[in-house]
């Protein structure tokens, strides 16, 4: 199992276009530099009325395939 560590930010706004389907992933870098891209579809359980912001721990497969997402 691997995992990255991001930490985003995700206005209101930002989210309306990923949860209308305008954009579907989202893309950062992850705290050790790697850049990353994923569903944007795993983090809708953490929007608030402020969108979305945090650190988050993803976990993925050796395949690279999404396991689990955690709020830090």
């Known amino acids: ?16 276009k990923l949860y209308q389907g ?21 983090l809708s359980r953490f929007f608030l009325n402020d969108g979305v912001r945090g650190s988050f721990r993803i976990l993925f497969d050796d395949a690279g395939k999404f396991t689990s997402i955690e709020r830090l």
């Not at 199992?1 to 309306?16: A, H």
């Not at 992850?30 to 795993?42: L, T």
């Open 22 to 42: 305008i954009a579907t992933d989202v893309h950062t870098t992850a705290r050790d530099g790697r850049s990353v891209r994923f569903p944007a579809r795993i």
């Open 1 to 16: 199992m691997q995992q990255i560590i991001v930490d985003i930010s995700i206005s209101p706004e930002e989210w309306l």
